[in-house]
RNA sequence: GACUGGGUAGCUCAGCUGGAUAGAGCACUCGCCUUCUAAGCGAAUGGUCAAGGGUUCGAAUCCCUUCUCGGUCACCA
């Protein structure tokens, strides 16, 4: 917020535009400025020349000893330091302000995660996609946007036809389908289906079939779903992941003729070794995109059709300004196609966002998998997490379901947001369980510590103009720079920007927890100053940690 | 092969729309619990930012080349 206000007062007085930023060197200012470098060229001046004249300007400013206390040219950069006073201010302006000072926005936007696949159990690929989805999407509503959240299920392609398949031939009756015969069921026809070309087709043949509307078909995939969707829910309940719409697949279905009609009208669709297809390629395209397959050769319908089909029907329901889907990013090249198509066909003219996450791989580096060879189930890790934090601490043992779970989650979302999301990373259960440095359980225990010294105290609502020393400083500064590190979040649809301002915002929270006590201090001013700032500082901790998914136990 | 994303401390990773001395966590070493929760705090150690060249006042960051590891490239999702 600090870096807003002096950007905005400098640019108002100045004749040059420049950028206050962060000081990369705390040692020396609090603030600076580089302009002067870039100005130089097209000034024909010397830095040095500018630098000095920014500042001069800057000290003619109004006032301005109440806001910087220091500021002079260093090699050519403009460095800024502000006053206590003028930091207080802004703290209170922080505290006092609705969402700290995050300035709204208004947008509608239709989001796409989770994106389960019925019949197939939930494993740490899906974490991803769930823990991520969720994180942005609380990010996006925060800043004011209107979001629509769809969990859109995978249930009507190749996987319910196989594991239909299984069913018929194991002769499994309808009460003998279960969660646990379909976690054996699928993977099991997985593997023969890539051994066994004609069960393959056989399988194509009964999803084809079904999605032609074959009744017995159906009512088994409706069994299939319902099974599959209870446990899905269940596991995302625990991961207090919730979506406002269960869309899928299926539900798309309603939606393909009109989508094919549009294309048949606007003659974008054509028949290419069997299958017809909608040309994406572009003049611009620095490699081949191959064209979008609407309807496969034997008649049935894939992933982009639907998906088609679900933007169809999105623009129709909700008119959203953007539609924003988050998976990993090896379906790039599907989302490329699908969303030239759907503009091509003028289905829809909103803003397409795809965000893809990189793989979660194994200690070797290689995609993560357990030694029967296939990845780990999702509830396995959660409930393997829990295990070893219980096992941390004696007094774990007598935690409540509600704080155990919260803190596992704590515990996963943490080590998951804190990577930049595009890139791999490497599951390692050692780290997925630690609980002390950079992780979920640190903040969650900062937060409690500091509220215990809250507890029996009246929170005071005036500030003053005292700062007391370095670490009491520090935690202020960090406070007024929120609203920065939010917008960059915001911006990038990253949530470890969060993570990692609640992670340095908590440190030195820690630090001054450490430094400077507050139980049994004389001078009420100092007491009430500290409270003050140790609440908002619970408070921006708490909410922020809301964002990326975790809430605060009872006690740890 | 084309396209694309990586290669930063012993390990796992931040930093990448160029800025001053490259940062965390884990591990290792040393201090700190009669004072609000030691799942904490402080200090120390650890780097040719894959290699080479270029642009620039300034490069981990931008450009080129090479090496190396992933991923994608028409009927899976």
Redesign the pocket.
Known sequence: MITKELNKLFNNELDVNVTVIQ???P???DF?I?????L??ELHKS?FEIANNIVDKIKNIDNIDSIISKIEV??????ISVTDSFINKVVKEVATTSKYGVEEDNKKVVMDYG?P?VAKPLHVGHLRSAIIGESIKRILKYKGNDVIADVHL?D????IGEVIYAIQHDGKADDEITLEYLNEAYPRMSGICKENEDIKKEC?EI?KKMQEGDPEYNRLCDIICNISIKDIKGIYDDLDVSFDLWES?RSAYNYIKDVEDILKNKGLLYE????M?VDVAEETD??????M?F????G???????DMATIYDRENKYQPDNMLYI????????FTQVFRASHKAGITDAVFEHKGF??V?G?D???FKTRAGNAPSLRDLLNETKDI?IS??E??KD?SEEDLNK?VNSIVKFADL???????????I??FS??????G??M???V??L???L?NESIPTELSDNIYNEVDRNLRLKITNLCEAFD?AY??R?P??IV?YI?DL??EA???????????LDDETKKNDWLYVLNITVNILTDMLKLIGIDIP???
């Open positions: 000081s990369n060197r040692d020396l200012c600076q580089d302009e002067a470098f870039r130089a060229k830095p260093v090699n050519g950069f403009v460095n994106g696949n995978g009507y392609g190749l996987q194509e999803t697949e290419s070794q069997g299958a297809v620095s490699k081949e995109i191959p064209p397959i309807q496969k050769s034997n049935a319908y894939l992933y982009g059709t639907t998976t990993d990013d090896r379906q790039s090249m599907h990189g793989t791989n200690t580096g290689k995609p934090f941390k601490k007094e774990n935690m803190i804190q990577n930049n999301l595009t890139n791999d990373y490497i599951f390692d050692n780290k630690n609980t002390s440095g950079k992780t359980p640190y969650q225990y900062t409690l510590r509220k215990k010294i507890d960059k911006e990038n990253m470890s920007y990692d992670y908590a440190n820690n630090n001054f927890y450490q430094t400077n006590h507050i139980a049994g009872s006690y740890m």
